[in-house]
């Protein structure tokens, strides 16, 4: 028997990185929100790295803020050690990543969404969902309190019929020991569910009293820390460092004599794991002619003794884990706190969602994060508020968003999502995106604040600098366009001292600042800016001008891409009524149900002759209707 | 639709006599425009035809004469703006034609393209849709079949070599990029990728060389024979095109003056060119100068250079064999019915290596050897018929050409010091147009490269 617990637009289920941002953006667009969590104390919890951020993925997190989401508003309050990574590469690649404050992260966020109006916090256990006739209404918890909805997210992350393996040890569990989430996943299997096994893995923790730090290489912090979220001033000033050391010969000798043990190597796992951040066994055995690997042990937090020796994921028993971290410099001594373990987990195919992350076959339901296929709190943060959008959108008959390949990598992450799939654990990377010029970590908000703005994700006051600081950007381009340097000896003497070759003739303004060797603080000391500009306008006029030519390039990919992008195929298509696409194409064509042609043009198996006569077969239609007039 | 202009051969290679290339969409006109000389086809009226010359604009250089049919939506084929360029047959200039309409902004057309058009802008029955995809499919298999065919075995390995190199090149920026604390990778510098960059440039480049030398073997070794008058030159011509049935004949006409014949001799095409007029001025020197006669000597693939046996050389013998110094040419000491009077030594000398044939041409004597001694200039050593790597589809040129371009950004980026993931966008572009050459353009393949090239943590 269940007993009626309430009625609300939206239901989110799960509090890791996706539910917070799904429940935040949902309960924002004014949808009455519920968010339902096994463990209120482990709202955000990070049960791998402590941190957030780094190439591609902080990009995302800025995305997630420019659309109001609270990733970067919170690291922002609580990093321990703020970083620009690949600042001696280009614009497009630059890359903030920030070491967390575990516990404090926690507390934050938690904090924050106990603020958000029309969001309500529960604690429960999700067994099952009400679905009729194909349309999703709502849950039922092991309390058996049903609770209605017109739309419900499922942010699952690795719960669903988790299994953690240490060695020959398994047992049912989610991460961090927490409970698994076991009758939901059967629940989905049995409502039809195409559902893959993958496996992710975290290393030990050892004590940070029991290393001894002199035999490592410190790594400290930027000293003028940059941030994640736009709104943030303040920046944290007592940063934490973190330490670099390296396994060597012995260590790779502990894990050959080993390996046997371990639960990857001795056939116990069956889920497919990542390649991207493999484990140490990984690692050795396949190159095992590089004498040493990296391992840097970061804080997780400010207040706990306790190190993340990030490097060293791995499933071996706990002695031998040990053993291992034993060999390493810095960790003669070291004491585990936490060994390190392999987790299997159940996801969602993800081919089954509709860009806007919809359950196809179920109307109402939505899914996010870690459950469909991705693995990183930033992938699944920018899923999460995409699916909070969406579902609030759903439940409010409001304007639904999703976002295409040279808006946002967000967009990139849900495109290959559900038009490709994935066989591992998803991670986003630079090399996912075609476009990554555009999609920079310092255009963000040039990209998404005026989307958010008008969802209701933003404030009148947000959006007001938003627009002003566009407004100076495009005033200063304008006033280097037309501003002519002479040379003069002065001038010359000054572009000597920066070794850049002198000035013969006149030059625009802007045109000397497309030289390598010229910065905009240069060009703003020989031209005299009227009034000082934020640091920020600076930055995108001196990266619009200098590498204009590359971002107008890019700028005819995209309206390439567009043309088809903008082609929609009709909902009601019938794949089988069309004679030449190929069988396999057919099939393909049929599970994905792309929106538009260009999505079926990425599909792989839908080859170019297929795609010609989809566009023959949807003019087709619009002849027929010419004709009829 | 996509409004783009389409252009493409719309007769059967190498059969008839006339040669259409057809041109579609908004800026067809245009696109002529660009390279016919003669009336403003932008003031022509539409379906006219007008008699004109096209010529290269970058270059300057006669391409062909030809006739243009002007034909203006929508009252055309496509209902588009439709251009047909009609010329004489020869094969290589029919390419060169389609070559400069893809340089002006045309883009090739996909196979039943111009159908395709037709139908999506309603020109063609609705009743015929199925007939129309059925014709895609049917062409699009086809030109995938026939792209593969002319995709030997060797040109596709080369292929894959050389985006392996670029791949791996790209992978390396990536990891740099992606995990930039991950320290026993190599930052990968402008100078070790400008070497790379600049590695596979040469390669494609001389792919692109080799094309030219696969073209020859389709469209014929273009051959000039050249002497001082009454030395027998038309009697080679004769004898040639006699023993061996002409392919081709145009016939010299009021409007043109250009005669090409084409002949088999043992199975290599020759394509007796009249290039300026070089076969039938016997004072060529003297009419165009010693550099241009050079000049368009060299644009000939091979030289019949023939000498009199009945007289001894002459100061006009001695410029021709300097003229042709450093080029293909087969010597013939004709009219050996005749009493000699010729120093065969001195003969020998001006020659170089070059080999000589001895004929009497009006007994139809020497034939024989000439001909071997054509297929053996030919097919000796490198130009071996089967042992060809060579490019020879329009579509697989456009794309080795547009690689190179995107080579060359990469490496004009590198030089003005552009950062090396913007400078690695056009070294992926190239690795992409190459892919698809071969049909593999998968994205995914780079991240697999990724995790297979380097071990990866942080």
Known sequence: MTYDAGNFDVIVIGAGHAGVEAANASAKRGAKTLMLTLNLDMIAFMPCNPSIGGPAKGVVVREVDALGGLMGKVIDKTYIQMRMLNTGKGPAVRALRAQADKPLYIQEMKQQLEN????????????????????????????????????????????????VIIGDLSYESGPNNQRASVKLSENLEELGFDLVRFKTGTPPRVNSHTIDYSKT???????????????????IVDQIP?????????????????????????????????????????????????????????PEGRNTEEIYVQGLSTSLPEFVQREMLRSIPGLEEAEIMRAGYAIEYDAVVPTQLWPTLEVKNIAGLFTAGQINGTSGYEEAAGQGLIAGINAAAKALNAETLILDRSQAYIGVLIDDLVTKGTNEPYRLLTSRAEYRLLLRHDNADMRLTEIGYRLGLISDKRYNEFIEKQEQVEKEKKRLAKQTIKPSDQLNQLMDNIGATPLKEPNKAADLLKRPEINYVFIEKVTEASMPLPADVKEQVEIQIKYQGYIEKSNQQVDKMKKTENKLIPDNIDYDAIGGIAT??????????????????????????DISILLVYIEQGNVARINEI | MEKDTIAAISTPLGEGAIAIVRLSGDEAVEIANRIFHGKDLMEADSHTIHYGKIIDPTTDQFIEEVMVSVMKAPKTFTRENVVEINCHGGLASVNRLLELALQMGARLAEPGEFTKRAFLNGRIDLSQAEAVMDLIRAKTDKAMDVAIKQLDGKLSKLIHQLRQELIETVAHVEVNIDYPEYDDVEEMSHDMMLIKTKQVYQEVERLLQMAKQGKILREG??????????????????????????????????????????????????????????????????????ERSRQVLKEADLILLVVNHNESLTEEDKKLFELVRDLEVIVLINKTDLPKKIDEEKVRQLANDQPIITTALIEEKGIDQLEQAIADTFFAGELESNDLTYVSNVRHIQLLKQAMDALDEAMTGMTDGMPIDLVQIDVTRAWQLLGEIIGDTVQDSLIDQLFSQFCLGK
Not at chain 1, 217 to 235: K, L
Not at chain 2, 231 to 256: C, F, Q, W, Y
Request: proline letters at 5%.
């Open chain 1, 217 to 235: 290489e410190i790594q400290p912090g930027d000293e003028n820390p940059s941030h994640f979220s736009y709104e943030t001033v303040e920046a």
């Open chain 1, 116 to 163: 958000i109006d029309n969001l309500t916090l529960r604690q429960g256990m999700v067994e099952k969902l009400i679905v009729e006739d194909g349309v999703c209404k709502g849950v039922i918890t092991e309390t058996k309190a049903a609770y209605y909805a017109k739309s419900v997210i499922i942010t699952t992350g690795t719960f669903m019929r988790g299994r």
């Open chain 1, 584 to 609: 396999e194409a057919k099939q393909k064509l049929k599970k994905v149900r792309p929106l538009s042609v260009g999505q079926a043009s990425r599909i792989s198996g839908v080859n170019p002759a």
């Open chain 1, 242 to 298: 973190c330490w670099l050391t390296y396994t060597n010969e012995k260590t790779h000798q502990i894990i050959d004599d080993n390996l046997g043990l371990s639960a990857m190597y001795s056939g116990m796992i069956k889920g497919t794991g990542p390649r991207y951040c493999p484990s140490i066994e990984d690692k050795v055995v396949r190159f095992h002619d590089k004498p040493r690997h990296q391992i840097f042990l970061e």
């Open chain 2, 221 to 290: 070794i273009s051959t000039a024979i050249i002497g001082r008058p009454n030395v027998g030159k038309s009697s080679l011509m004769n004898a040639l095109v006699h023993e061996n049935k002409a392919i081709v004949t145009d016939i010299p006409g009021t409007t043109r003056d250009v005669i090409e014949e084409y002949v088999n001799i043992r199975g290599v095409p020759l394509r007796l060119v009249d290039t300026a007029g070089i076969r039938d001025t016997e004072d060529i020197v003297e009419k165009i100068g010693v």
